[in-house]
């Protein structure tokens, strides 16, 4: 298996532009999970989803953001408007089960930068 | 006060030593990660623990739920092992068993 895909790796945009990302997790995991990192913060976790439903996006930071997990195989997360202070890594990570009890699985991240 | 807290933040090391790296917690936990990421790179999982020892070639993770600490050692460490280690938990309570709870990281440095 290709592990878990995210696209775009770089992504430059200007303040107040749309931007999406996606991941393809590892096939055959039924959760899903995306992290934002920083500097300041480090990881965060921003939205869990568990057989395509999602059950946690207490950690998305307000309205801008929004997540989708329309099939098993792909998930989008969306920012807009972007601002600068959404200039981060954002991972994608997925499991077998539920995180307590496996392994979880990061992708390569796409770093944003809005300019 | 961080739930997660590793030391040191950063550690130089000559090639060959012997490194360890602490991570305390002060909640109860269902399970503890070891994490690993290069500069500029991805997240790779390392280790997963709730109890005892883990190895796998030349790292090592053990775990004291008792005293809420665990460590990870790295023997005849080697350039290739410089990266961020981060340690990450699960809470037992709440029902949130996916939220992880990330330490700050260490910074490894291994000089040649």
């Known amino acids: 298996d290709a592990g878990v895909i995210q696209s775009p790796r770089h992504e430059v945009t200007e303040m107040g532009q749309e931007v999406t990302l996606r991941c393809k997790p590892i096939?055959?995991?039924?959760?899903l999970f995306w992290y934002r990192q920083t500097m300041m913060r480090g990881l965060e976790l921003l939205i869990y989803f568990n057989n395509n439903v999602p059950i946690d996006d207490s950690g998305m930071p307000e309205d801008r953001f929004s997540a989708k997990m329309p099939n098993a195989s792909f998930s989008t997360l969306k920012i807009q408007p972007s601002e600068p202070r959404d200039s981060a890594v954002y991972f994608c990570a997925s499991s077998l089960r539920g995180w307590g009890t496996g392994e979880l699985f990061f992708g390569e991240g796409s770093r944003l930068t809005v300019l | 006060k961080n739930e997660v807290e590793q030391s040191p933040q950063n550690l130089t090391a000559q090639e060959g030593e012997f490194i360890t790296i602490n991570c305390s917690y002060s909640?109860?936990?269902?399970?503890l990660h070891w994490l690993q990421q290069h500069p500029g790179g991805g997240i790779v999982s390392l280790f997963m623990l709730s109890s005892g020892k883990k190895k796998h070639g030349r790292l090592i993770a053990t775990i004291n739920i008792q005293e809420k600490h665990s460590s990870l050692h790295i023997t005849a460490s080697h350039p290739r092992d410089s990266a961020v280690y981060i340690c990450?938990?699960?809470?037992?309570?709440?029902?949130?068993?996916?939220?992880?709870?990330f330490g700050k990281g260490t910074l490894l440095t291994v000089n040649p």
């Open positions: 990450a938990v699960i809470g037992n309570s709440g029902g949130s068993n996916y939220k992880l709870t």
């Open positions: 909640v109860g936990i269902s399970a």
């Open positions: 096939s055959g995991h039924n959760s």
